[in-house]
């Protein structure tokens, strides 16, 4: 059901995905068009500025130009050029037949003449007078020798005759005084250049950083070969953060994905773990039961036999009371097993630390364990170095995890050798245990420590709680050792641990080494210095 549901989850969080990148590029957009908005309207009323300061310029010109007395043109322009058109640099007035008839110029004689003559060899054919209505202000934005040309121009009657208004603005005033003061305000803000047809700047910076930032318009009717632009002043970075926003955003909706994934998954995970889990405990109770009825029935049995006098000899008797001091013997290894257990897994454990003979300890776990191997008709085989060092420990806790590693090499061996060795490394003193049965299967030799796991062979039932090896690695790491198991290249598994030596213990003529390895090999290489 667990891995059902998953395809389900990981639909739900794709469209979640999905919707929330919807709404945050909606926003972004939204964001981005305001911007837009806001600067299209900038850039409206600056060239609507422009456009009007021109008009009113030619207007203001055209309406001192009288067609009665033409030859007062100069007079009557020049003392008001300045002030009411600021731009216009020449004032012609032409007839039907293209004659210049009227002509004022600010500026010098070579100017002047210069003009003159670019006006009428290449302007005046340009401007197509003769199809222009009367009373129609209409503008040419052209280059001529390099340089651009703006030239309003207006047709009028005067009685029969028709004649033609014609002013040049100077194009440089408006890149020298009429373009910086424009936009004197909006200089922190925001960023503005001219460019022209071909995309060449007129005036101001470079702007091909803004993106989608950047607005322009070109002047409607006067200065058309002209376009304004302007862009946000942190336009690049605006336009950086957009580009590198799809990705980030697609990056995070995957993240955001993927840990909704890994955490159900998780969640899977561990409530499967926490099943199989309790799958083991129940397994635990039911096996500890059995361990625990077994020897109780044996015990009962013997017990009533020779309270009822159905002994027959004295030698069955003391049989029997054999069997009943055996059985209550491992009738209490297993609850002190489970109970020392429980008090580890509440982590209520303690220890009664001192420095110790671990030989000593090892000699007791044997001779309480020989009577089980000679029954079982087991040979024991000791292997002890000489000059094993002190190790601080506590008794009890080491002296049930080695009978816990016999008792793992009897029930799972061949029944026939058991082979135990306590030697000594630089740093730790080894205790190794090994049998003489299949050995471990292949990928579980660091599952046998798990708590309630057993090894399972088909075809065999092997008794035991599975809590044997478990309770030997954690008391063994308590007293900063280690536990592993592994087979043996020449057969059988081997399960050894190892304790510190006590601080400052070293043997005579022996140098401590700075580092030790805890060595993983066989008993056949130990891998300690000779004593």
Same mark, same amino acid.
């Given at each position: 059901m667990y891995w059902g549901v998953l395809p389900l989850i990981a639909a739900a969080a794709g469209i979640l995905g999905y919707y929330s990148y919807r709404s945050a590029a909606q926003f972004q957009a939204l964001g981005e068009q305001s911007i837009v908005q806001s600067t299209v309207l900038l850039v409206d009323e600056?060239?609507?500025?422009?456009?009007?300061q021109i008009i009113n310029a030619d207007n203001a010109v055209f309406h001192l130009v009288d067609l009665d007395h033409l030859d007062a043109l100069e007079e009557a322009w020049e003392p008001l050029a300045e002030r009411i058109s600021p731009s216009v640099r020449a004032v012609l007035v032409v007839d039907d037949a293209g004659e210049v008839v009227a002509y004022a110029y600010r500026g010098g004689p070579r100017g002047r003449r210069d003009f003159r003559k670019v006006f009428l060899e290449r302007i005046l054919a340009d401007l197509e007078l003769q199809r222009q209505r009367p009373g129609q202000l209409r503008h040419l934005h052209r280059t001529y020798v390099d340089r651009s040309y703006l030239v309003s121009y207006k047709a009028v009657r005067s009685g029969p005759r028709r004649f033609y208004m014609i002013a040049s603005h100077d194009t440089a005033y408006f890149v020298r005084d009429v373009f910086p003061s424009l936009f004197v305000s909006e200089g922190e803000d925001q960023r503005y250049n001219v460019v022209d047809a071909d995309n060449h700047r007129i005036f101001g910076p470079n702007l091909s950083r803004a993106g989608?930032?950047?607005?322009? #318009? #070109?002047?409607?009717?006067?200065?058309?070969?002209? #376009?304004?632009?302007? +862009?946000?002043?942190?336009?690049?970075?605006?336009?950086?953060?957009? #580009? !590198? %926003?799809?990705?980030?955003?697609? %990056?995070?909706? +995957?993240? !955001?994905?993927?840990?909704?994934?890994? %955490?159900?998954?998780?969640?899977?995970? +561990?409530?499967?773990?926490?099943s199989r889990l309790n799958m083991l405990r129940s397994e635990f109770v039911a096996n500890v039961s059995h361990e625990l009825k077994t020897p109780l029935s044996v015990v009962r049995m013997f017990a009533e036999m020779l309270l009822t006098k159905r002994v027959r000899t004295p030698e069955k008797e003391q049989q029997y009371l054999e069997i009943i001091l055996r059985e209550s013997e491992r009738l209490s290894a297993l609850i002190e097993n489970v109970l020392d257990f429980s008090a580890i897994e509440r982590g209520k454990q303690s220890y009664q630390m001192r420095e110790g003979d671990l030989v000593e300890v090892l000699g007791r776990a044997i001779d309480a364990f020989r009577f089980r191997l000679e029954r079982d008709g087991v040979e024991l085989q000791v292997h002890v170095a000489e000059d094993v060092p002190l190790v601080r420990f506590d008794e009890q806790a080491i002296l049930l995890s080695i009978m816990n590693l016999l008792d793992n090499a009897v029930k799972y061996g061949d029944k026939t050798t058991v082979e135990v060795t306590l030697e000594r490394g630089r740093r730790h003193v080894y205790v190794r245990v090994r049998d003489h049965g299949p050995g471990i299967p292949s990928g579980e030799t660091r599952r046998v420590f798990e708590r309630f796991y057993r090894v399972r062979r088909a075809g065999e039932s092997t008794r035991g709680s599975g809590i044997g090896l478990s309770l030997v690695k954690r008391i063994v790491e308590a007293h900063g050792g280690r536990a592993w198991a592994e087979n043996h290249p020449k057969g059988g598994a081997l399960v050894s641990l190892s304790l510190p030596i006590a601080s400052g213990w070293s043997s005579a003529g022996e140098v401590e080494a700075v580092t030790d390895s805890i060595p993983p090999g066989p008993v056949s290489s130990p891998p300690h210095a000779a004593p």
């Open positions: 600056k060239v609507d500025r422009i456009e009007e989608d930032y950047l607005v322009g #318009r #070109r002047f409607p009717t006067t200065l058309y070969n002209w #376009r304004l632009q302007i +862009a946000p002043k942190e336009a690049p970075l605006l336009e950086a953060q957009r #580009r !590198s %926003g799809f990705v980030t955003e697609v %990056g995070l909706v +995957a993240f !955001s994905f993927a840990v909704i994934l890994i %955490g159900v998954v998780l969640l899977i995970y +561990a409530a499967t773990m926490e």
